[in-house]
């Protein structure tokens, strides 16, 4: 059974339907995926949750798929580790570090949005799929296309590390290395995403990708035995995680899986890109681009 209503503008709140789409063509704000939270409540409990497999498919009722899932199985409900010896450094009461090195296929946190891309990617009937990628995105959109039998096709800076380069290219797909940063390569994506029948998880996919990051807000709730922290830092690129984090923990907050959710939540970024901070710094209402400068990369 599908929770999904369709999408919503963030912006102006034009309604769209289920569609691979990423934009609104109104106002050009980015498009959400809009729940039936109503429905949702008369599913979803704690003891539902609790019965389930250890994987992030164990709030499904909150991810944008229609069917049962089929990819990343074994992504997400990572360890929550207590950093006893950080937290007297630190001098705080207690302080957890959420290991998201764990996560399968390839060991970083993109499994889980990868998942559940090409989960709704293959609803959609596409049968390739692609990205533009400064690493970790590349190496597990080629490793789930792989297991999934989709065409993979990954776009790459092409001054990227050979390390990097190397753990996408065991999975086989085609590598387009694009003379420039990450945004020109984005730029081209976009481009290509409106040209071929590619579902690229992170353009003409992306409502439905950005929403496997908010079950690192469910699993840390139910973690600490169905409580919220006071305080999160999330280390950020786009800003994507530290949203979705927080409308996770609102999720569970509205359907009344936890109590009321209080946590202030803070950007972490490279010095050498910070754009983000920088604008929460200068209470700025516009993040502005920047090129990046750091060897600091998602």
């Not at 889980?112 to 190496?139: I, Y």
Request: net charge positive.
């Amino acid at each position: 059974m599908s929770y999904v209503k369709g999408l919503k503008c963030r912006e102006c709140g034009r309604l769209y339907p289920k569609d691979p789409l990423y934009v609104c063509e109104y106002c050009f704000g980015p498009l959400e995926v809009d729940y039936d939270y109503e429905k949702i409540r008369k599913k979803l409990t704690r003891d539902a949750i609790e019965s389930r497999p250890t994987n992030l498919w164990r709030y499904r009722e909150l991810l944008p798929i229609d069917s049962e899932p089929t990819d990343g199985l074994q992504s997400g409900f990572t360890p929550l580790i207590r950093a006893k010896n950080l937290e007297k450094v630190l001098k705080v009461k207690e302080l957890y570090i959420k290991d998201d090195s764990t996560n399968h296929p390839t060991l970083s946190f993109k499994d889980r949005v990868v998942a559940v891309a090409l989960s709704k990617a293959k609803e959609f009937g596409f049968d390739t799929v692609a990205c533009a990628s400064t690493g970790n995105l590349a190496n597990s959109v080629s490793a789930q296309a792989a297991i999934a039998n989709l065409k993979r096709y990954i776009f790459i800076p092409a001054d990227l590390e050979l390390g990097k380069v190397v753990a996408t290219l065991i999975y086989n797909p085609t590598l387009v290395a694009v003379e420039g940063n990450y945004d020109q390569v984005n730029r081209l994506c976009s481009e290509i995403a409106t040209k071929y029948k590619w579902a690229f998880v992170n353009i003409n996919i992306r409502p439905y990708y950005a929403e496997g990051s908010k079950t690192y807000g469910h699993e840390i709730a139910e973690q600490l035995g169905w409580k919220v922290p006071k305080h999160i830092v999330v280390p950020c690129a786009s800003g994507s995680l530290i949203s979705k984090i927080h409308k996770g923990l609102k999720e569970f907050e509205k359907l009344e899986l936890i109590k009321k959710v209080d946590t202030k939540i803070y950007a972490a970024q490279a010095a050498g890109c910070n754009p983000i901070v920088t604008a929460i710094k200068e209470k700025a209402e516009i993040i502005k681009p920047v090129k990046p400068n750091t060897i600091a990369k998602s």
